[in-house]
């Protein structure tokens, strides 16, 4: 499919509409065998669960053009196993794994002129989600579902690129313990806008949030993982029930080890300790592994050694490694790779 006529390198993290999205309606008890539409839009009772109780959940993930021109999605199949949990927990039916994947193909199959050319720096933001479409007026879960997958091409999530970012030690929360954390359900973002908003209007980037429990622990930031370097060149990343499981630190977590040999820990990580890591990054789908320069908690500012100009060193040889394995310029674990 010939390559639409985009502006490739300046894209930012913004949706734009696609050729095709894929829909399937869950009914009587039952997913529907779905289909590639035209139609980008939704039309659903009035009282429909997502409106009323925010009954909604969803994925993200990226296709890739690979330096041969194939093109590629990373790990799908991790995404429909989180989608899964994040439908259990929600009390909505399950989509079948093998049936996400297939809708992911057909989606960016679909839409193959907007996957950004090899080198762009930009790639295909894939977006599967599911919602109640059915009436509910007591609080309970609906009869009704509606599962989609849309893609719009993406640069960057945060603007200027890979410059370091500022975080900001929150004084909201994004989840309590035995909450809802682990999971990717859309109310978890509602609940984190007004802490972004505020984080925005004082010049920060980001906020980092601490356990609700004791306010003594890094969990995450609004969405993605956090993972330090230690001055000794340890991969250190929080462990919490409460943060969302990310596929991207997963990803880096094998990577550090099996490709940098790199020794790693994932464990609860002390905000006391922050002080004395050389290196931080955030990982997702979005965010990819960007650096953070600078933590600054009620005014005191943590300076990390790595800067203000550049990417650490480590989490450089991590970001050079997990994309080469996305683009195709590094041979990545079995798996890893989906060919569309
Ligand atoms: N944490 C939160 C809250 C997120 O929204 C995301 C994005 O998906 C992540 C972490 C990173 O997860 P992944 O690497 O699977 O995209
Ligand atoms: C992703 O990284 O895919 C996410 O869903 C994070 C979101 C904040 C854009």
């Known amino acids: 499919m010939e390559k639409k006529n985009l502006d490739w390198a300046n ?27 035209e139609d980008d839009t939704v039309t659903i009772s009035e009282c429909a669960g997502v409106l009323q109780y925010s009954q909604s959940c969803f994925e993200g993930l990226k296709a890739y053009t690979t330096e041969d021109g194939r093109i590629v999605a990373f790990r799908p199949d991790m995404n429909a196993k989180r989608m899964e949990n994040s439908a259990k927990r929600l009390e909505m039916p399950t989509f079948p794994p ?26 295909l933001y894939v977006r599967p989600y599911m919602f109640a479409s059915g009436p509910v007026i007591g609080v309970a879960p609906s009869d009704e579902y509606q599962f989609r997958i849309f893609s719009t091409p993406v640069g960057p999530y945060f603007k200027g690129g890979a410059r370091p970012l500022t975080l900001c030690v929150s004084d909201f929360d994004r989840a309590a313990p035995n909450g809802t954390g682990h999971i990717k359900a859309g109310l978890n973002y509602a609940m984190s ?14 906020n980092m949030y601490l356990d609700a429990a004791t306010h003594t622990k890094v969990e995450e930031t609004g969405g993605a993982n956090i993972i330090f370097v230690t001055k000794d060149n340890k991969i250190v990343t929080p462990k919490s029930g409460s943060i969302l ?10 990577i550090a080890r099996d490709y940098l040999g790199l020794e790693v820990e994932e464990r ?41 100009q550049n990417m650490g ?20 674990p079995k798996g890893w790779i989906k060919v569309i």
């Open 11 to 37: 894209l930012d993290f913004s949706y734009k509409k696609t050729d095709k999205r894929f829909v399937s309606n869950f009914r009587n008890g039952a997913w529907d065998e779905g289909k590639l539409t």
């Open 98 to 123: 093998e049936r996400f994947i297939d809708a992911v193909v057909r989606t960016v199959k679909a839409n193959a002129g907007y996957v950004p050319p090899f080198g762009s720096g930009a790639t």
């Open 193 to 206: 806008l007004h802490a972004i908003v505020t984080a925005h209007k004082n010049g920060f980037n980001e």
């Open 245 to 254: 499981p990310s596929i991207t630190r997963l990803s880096l977590l094998e």
């Open 268 to 308: 609860e990580v002390y905000f006391e300790e922050v002080k004395d890591f050389a290196e931080c990054g955030l990982c997702g789908t979005a965010a990819v592994i960007s650096p953070v320069g600078k933590i600054v908690d009620h005014g005191k500012e943590i300076c990390m050694p790595s800067g203000m």
């Open 313 to 332: 060193p480590i989490t450089k040889k991590l970001y050079d490694t997990l994309t080469g394995i996305q683009m195709g310029r590094v041979e990545g």
